[in-house]
């Protein structure tokens, strides 16, 4: 495996790929926009190509190996009370595990809403998290009267990353997203 270290992730390709493959399917009706819409408008051939690269995609993978690979790029971080969160970035999915057990995944098998959105706040006060909390974003299940003061921390965290006019409307469709049915 390819171990990362989050250096690789102070990029904004890896952000763009990240926030469009892990939010396909989220939508705010209000916006009219979805994550990867806004996502595809600024993924170049460049920013393709670089998760590509990241992720060991290459062509015929989908269908030899439904996007998994054996070896792929992972990053490993402590959380609190002695725990380890592993994040293994597959060209057809992201997987999640917190000491060996897997917690969620985002691909065509998706496992989500698996992580209480209070309990990722827990992580800003931590050395990078910021990253830990929009990495794991996507498993966070939120419940409506969280949703304002939600959405206003993600856009916050998001600006490690993209401009002001962008996060409002990516945390607008994440927290519409992330909201208990």
């Given at each position: 495996m390819s171990r ?6 102070d990029?904004l390709?890896?952000?763009?790929n ?9 939508y705010d009706?209000?916006a ?9 408008e600024?993924?170049?051939e ?6 590509k690269?990241?992720?060991?995609w290459?062509?015929?993978v989908l269908?030899?190996?439904?996007g998994?690979l054996?070896?792929p790029?992972?990053?490993?971080a ?5 725990r380890?969160?592993?994040i293994?970035?597959h060209p057809?999915d992201?997987l999640?595990y917190v000491?060996?057990e897997?917690?969620g ?9 698996t ?6 706040e827990?992580?800003?006060p931590l050395?990078?998290?910021?990253q830990?909390?929009l990495?794991?974003?996507p ?6 009267e969280?949703?304002p003061?939600?959405?206003?921390a993600?856009k916050v965290q998001m600006m490690?990353?993209?401009?002001a006019d ?8 994440i927290?519409s997203g992330?909201?208990?049915?």
């Open positions: 990362i270290s989050f250096h690789e992730m990029n390709s890896f952000w763009i990240y926030f469009g493959c892990s939010y396909l399917n989220l009706e209000e009219d926009a979805s994550v990867c819409e806004l996502m595809e600024l993924c170049t460049a920013v393709c190509e670089w998760w690269k990241f992720t060991g290459y062509d015929g269908e030899e190996s439904d998994y054996d070896d790029a992972f990053l490993e402590p959380l609190t009370q002695g380890t969160l592993k293994e970035f057809g992201t999640y000491d060996g897997e917690i995944s985002t691909g065509p098998h998706w496992k989500l809403r992580v209480p959105y209070k309990e990722l827990k992580l800003l050395e990078r998290g910021w830990l909390f990495l794991l974003l498993l966070a299940s939120l419940e409506r969280e949703a003061a939600a959405q206003q993600i490690h990353c993209f401009g962008l996060c409002e409307s990516l945390s607008k469709c927290v992330l909201l208990e049915a």
